[in-house]
C-alpha cells in the first residue's frame, strides 16, 4: 500500500499502470465508504461493454490511505437514454434491400430485448444469424434462423453461402471481438449498438450507424420499415437441410454431428451446454441447437482450451435444475481432470462428452493448410 511502499525493497508495482492495458477502471480500497467503492467497481464491470475492473487492497488498509480510482474510457455508457444516429435512414435503407440479414450480437442478450428483434426480423421476414455467444437471441428452431457468424469468409462455408445470398446486413449489437478475423464481407453494412464504438474498433466499415438503448433503437426501425416478405422459409430450410447433410448429423455413423444431434433430442429443450475450442466446437455450432437465452457458453473471441469443465460445474451450481451438457475435447479434458474431483465432491452431474482424437484438431488443420 501507499503507506509502506517507502519502506518496501522489493515489489514496488504501480498496480494500475499495470492493469491499465486489460481494465476498465483500477479502484484502490481505503476506509472511506469501501462498499460504496465496490458497488461502483461492479457497476463499472457490468456496464457496455462489459469487461474487467481491478480492486486493490492494500495491506495497510487504513483511514489514511488516499483513494486512488483511475478509470479507463465511459463508466457509464448504460446511463444515457440518448439515441444517436439517423434511424429514418436506416430503415429507409433496409427498405431498399431485397435480402436483409441481421447478425445479432450478445448485446442483445445483455439488454434483453431479444423480443424486439423478433419483432423485427419477422415483420420482414429477414434471415438472422447470430454470434457464438449470442446463441438462444432467436430460437433455432424459428424458420428465419440462418445459423452462426464467426467471421470466416470463404464461400464454400456455411456462414459464406448464407452471406453471399444475402445484399445488406444490419449488425444489433455486434462485437467485432468475437470474430475470428477483420470484417469482409462488402453488402452495406448498418449497426445498432447500446455504445458508440471507435471507429479503430468497428465491425468493417458502416454505412450508417445509430447507439442508444437497443429496445428503443428496435422499436423505432419496427415501427419504420414496411411490413414485407424478404427471405422465403423455404431458401432457409434448404440451407439447413444441406448443412445437415453434409455434416453427417443423421448418419448412422458415429461422428461428431451425429453424437451432438442425438444428444440433443435426448436433452431437455432448457439444457444448458458448456464447449470450448476444438473441431467438435465448430460442429456444435450447427449441430447443436439453442433454444433459449443463457442456456449456451462458448469460449469464443480467444477460443479458450480448459473452459468447458469448469463452466458446466458452474452451470450445475447456478441452475441445478437444469441439465448441464459439456462438450470437450481430449485435451481440454486433461487440463482440467482436476474439476472431476470438484464435481464429486459438491455431489454435480454435468453429462461430459469428451471428442478424442488424440490431438489437438484445429492446430492440426491449421498446420496441414501451411
Known amino acids: 500500500g501507499p503507506g509502506q511502499a517507502p519502506l518496501t525493497s522489493m515489489q514496488k508495482i504501480d498496480h494500475s499502470a499495470m492493469f491499465d492495458p486489460i481494465c476498465k477502471a483500477s479502484i484502490t480500497l481505503d476506509a472511506n465508504e469501501p462498499e460504496a467503492r465496490i458497488a461502483e467497481a461492479i457497476h463499472i464491470a457490468n456496464t457496455e461493454r462489459p469487461g474487467p475492473v481491478h480492486v486493490d487492497l492494500p495491506m495497510d488498509f487504513a483511514p489514511s490511505i488516499q483513494t486512488d480510482s483511475h478509470v479507463i474510457g465511459d463508466q457509464n455508457p448504460n446511463d444515457s437514454h440518448r439515441i444517436d444516429g439517423d434511424l429514418k435512414a436506416i430503415s429507409a435503407t433496409i427498405d431498399q434491400a431485397n435480402k436483409p440479414v441481421l447478425i445479432v450480437g450478445p448485446v442483445v442478450l445483455r439488454q434483453r430485448v431479444q423480443d424486439d428483434l423478433l419483432s423485427l426480423a419477422e415483420k420482414i421476414q429477414a434471415a438472422v444469424m447470430v454470434t457464438s455467444k449470442a446463441r438462444g437471441a432467436i430460437p433455432e428452431d424459428h424458420p428465419l434462423y440462418a445459423g452462426v457468424m464467426s467471421g470466416v469468409y470463404r464461400e464454400e462455408t456455411f456462414e459464406g453461402r448464407m452471406m453471399a445470398k444475402s445484399d445488406l ?77 453434409e455434416l453427417g448429423v443423421e448418419s448412422s455413423d458415429l461422428n461428431a454431428a451425429s453424437v451432438l444431434h442425438r444428444a440433443r433430442q435426448l436433452a431437455p429443450r432448457d439444457a444448458i451446454l458448456t464447449t470450448e475450442a476444438g473441431i467438435y466446437g465448430r460442429v456444435n455450432l450447427y449441430a447443436w441447437k439453442v433454444y433459449e437465452p443463457g442456456t449456451y457458453f462458448d469460449s469464443s473471441g480467444t477460443n479458450t482450451m480448459g473452459y468447458s469443465v469448469p463452466a458446466a460445474l458452474a452451470a450445475s451450481l447456478v441452475r441445478p435444475s437444469q441439465k448441464t451438457i459439456s462438450l470437450v475435447g481430449d485435451a481440454g479434458m486433461l487440463m482440467r481432470a482436476g474439476e472431476l474431483e470438484t464435481a464429486a465432491r459438491l455431489k454435480l452431474a454435468p453429462v461430459i462428452i469428451v471428442f478424442d482424437d488424440g490431438t489437438l484438431g484445429m492446430i492440426r488443420i491449421k498446420q496441414q493448410a501451411k
Do not use: C, M
Request: proline share 8%; no cysteine; glycine share 4%.
Open 169 to 245: 446486413v444490419l449488425a444489433v449489437g455486434l462485437d467485432r471481438t468475437e470474430l475470428l478475423s477483420p470484417w469482409k464481407h462488402t453488402q452495406p453494412l448498418l449497426t445498432l449498438d447500446a455504445v458508440r464504438v471507435p471507429s479503430d474498433e468497428t465491425v468493417g466499415v458502416p454505412a450508417l450507424a445509430a447507439t442508444g438503448p437497443l429496445s428503443n433503437l428496435l422499436e423505432s426501425v419496427t415501427a419504420a420499415v414496411r411490413q414485407r416478405q424478404t427471405w422465403n422459409p423455404s431458401e432457409i430450410h434448404a440451407f439447413w437441410s444441406d448443412v445437415y447433410k
